[in-house]
């Protein structure tokens, strides 16, 4: 990591000048965007750009800041009852769509009824089933209205929970929770957020253009009202165009994601950075398989992995970790990794490796380990680390491991099709919250490709959603996080830090590292 933190405050501390060509607006500012955009619906659009316009085009009941810190949105102010069940919620006076129609606690209802309709729930109304009667309504047994969503008059709104959450305001900040308006939604027969025309704004910025061959355009909506106004006047974000790195150190674009090993170039650029450290990769089993489908095969592989030794075979960019949950995940304003700690369950121990072996191949009744192959990234980095991997499996437990590179596309269609063994992927948070992490591995879960079922696994998590405090939360999902890696569901092998890069002069630009999202509100050049 020291050449990597060398290479990052280079870029904070070199100023220079000439550092490319902006807008003839310069309160607008630029970026590339890696898809096309399908689907702007905040209650049903899964792809991570997506979410980020969402996230800029409306703003739910709060908001919060950089550091975490909730506060105010679409709502001037809230209260929440001493046993933390009810949440009531008092909307600004001056409210609005962007077409200046007022907007009242009934959007904010009917886009929480949308979550849990009969028949098309939202791939995210599980993160709110908290509300009352909303596990009754998703499993069939009530209809939507009596959800613990009322509205006693056009700027009020309640909500009623089954259980004490303590990440409910959080939640009401995500795009799920974002408004709908209901007679709105019923004029788009069907297109509400698939076509520029059935996407009605409420935030900082509106839809301005959606053309998925080029760009979307982002612009001043002027109907937003907001304690602390906007700065920035609008976004171009690019599709499709050459190298993002390359574009950015000609001027063409204001902020950038940057690979690692473009970083030196831009040292005497005058560009600002931020990094997290926000994914972790791993080797993910395939327990329908019938050798790692046996729990002790996999535990022996993970007890002779030796991180300690990894670091040499891996760029700074990369950090060797036993453990699922990367440092870039906050409990609100807690970090994670602080209270869990990051102490691997299955640290390196040979002896033990050996013993688990010798016992799995008993309960399949053979003396060799079968043929195993593993899929890797094809790159330089990833296909070293295994390939060091792999010879300790081979010194410690006499197993070979075949390791083939392929795309990263072969990976993500081998893992969704079932057709691999085992194979190392990246895993990144999706939203702001642990649970987003840990939720794909839930036996219910449409992107649960491992196999794993495990009843305590999904207990664990159901009961963390219903503690009344962050730290008894917190436990639940270490306890989930430690089975996890008990069960060597996943072998995790390193930390990746990504980095982003903004040209001189611009500031405020809020970067997450959940997806990748950016909120452009703020955003100004110094």
Known sequence: MRKLRALLAALLLVVCGGCGRITSDTRIFRYD???????????????ATARMIIGNIYEGLVTRDPNGNILPGAAASHTVSSDGLRYTFTMREDAAWSDSAALTSADFLFSFQRLFGAGSHSPYAADYLCIKNAYEILAGNLPVSKLGVSTPD??????????????????????????????????ARGRYGLEMKFVRANGPFVLDKWDNKKYILLRENTAYRSERAALASGVNLYIGRESAVDLFLDGKSDVTMVPYERLPDLQNKGAGQQSFEKTTWCIVFNQRDKTLGNPLIRQALAYTVEHENLTESLTPNFTPSGVYIPPAMQLLDQSYRDAAGDKAPLGFDTQRGKYLLELGLDVMETSTLPPITMYVPDTDVHHLCMGQIQQGWQKHLGAYIDVEAVSAAQIESRLRSGDYQMLLMPFSPASGRVQSMLDVFASTSGQNYTGYHNPWYDSLLLDAMDEGTVEEAAKKYCQAEMLLLLDAVVLPVYFETTAYAFAEGVQGIEVSPYAGSMYFKYAQRG
């Open 33 to 47: 965007i890696a898809e096309p955009v399908e689907n702007l619906d905040p209650q049903f659009s899964t792809g």
């Open 154 to 187: 056009s700027k009020t709104l309640v909500f009623e929970l089954d259980n004490p959450n303590p990440f409910f305001l959080e939640l009401l900040g995500e795009p799920p929770a974002m408004p709908c308006n209901e007679e709105f939604f019923s004029e």
